[in-house]
């Protein structure tokens, strides 16, 4: 079985501040884990991917995460908080080989403050 | 243009009137899936389809049927509605590709089953 833990439903920063969203999987086979980001009153993006090519992962808009197996964690960062990043975010976990099964968190509610 | 198009975007119903929400992509994506989000829970998936003809159980698949016929389409369908069905729909495709992922998410479908 598969299942991902957000710590903090939310996170309020200010604007230029560090932004750190938590996340833990649990999987029983090497993951693949996923940062989606949903704004107000629309859909999901892909932020980032984990795939083990590499554990420091880069995606759009300056969010990266990184994932720390010891830990099982794969959080995410950004340097400095924009007010457009306001949003809430959703950490993923699917198993790898031919299992597709996708698990989300709870999610993570950032808000940024001026 | 990519996209995912969901039909309808809103829908209200009575218990045990059957529906079908319908997913089309226009990508010619191999991977279709659907979740519904509800507050406190965020998203969980319901089914996936890794091809035609081939679908799997996601997390909550009760209370739904699911058919992959034709590559392009992927429709949802509620057999017998409940109220605990009220919720808001997401279909989705992706492709994936030497570690690289693309994945587009439908505007959502929110469906109020009295």
């Known amino acids: 079985a598969q299942s991902v833990t957000q710590l903090g439903s939310h996170v309020s920063v200010s604007e230029g501040a560090l932004v750190l969203l938590r996340c833990n999987y649990s999987s029983s086979v090497p993951p693949y884990l996923f940062w989606y980001v949903q704004y107000p009153n629309q859909g999901l993006q892909l932020l980032l991917k984990y795939t083990s090519a590499a554990t420091l992962v880069k995606g759009i808009n300056g969010f990266e995460a990184e994932f720390k197996k010891s830990e099982t964690s794969f959080h995410l960062t950004k340097p400095s908080a924009h007010m457009s990043d306001a949003a809430e975010y959703f950490c993923a976990v699917r198993g790898g080989g031919s299992n597709y099964k996708l698990t989300f968190g709870k999610g993570t509610l950032l808000t940024v403050n001026p | ?114």
């Open chain 2, 1 to 114: 243009e990519a996209q995912v198009t969901q039909n309808p975007r809103y829908l209200i119903t009575v218990t045990g009137k059957k529906l079908t929400v319908t997913c089309s992509q226009n990508m010619n994506h191999e991977y279709m899936s659907w979740y519904r989000q509800d507050p406190g829970l965020g998203l969980r998936q319901i089914y996936y389809s890794m091809n035609v003809e081939v679908t799997d159980k996601g997390d909550v698949p009760e209370g739904y049927k699911v058919s992959r016929k034709e590559k392009r389409n992927f429709p949802l369908i509620l057999e017998s509605p409940s109220p605990n069905q009220t919720s808001l729909y997401f279909c989705a495709s992706s492709f994936s590709f030497g570690g690289q992922e693309t994945q587009y998410f439908g505007p959502g479908t929110r469906l109020l089953v009295l």
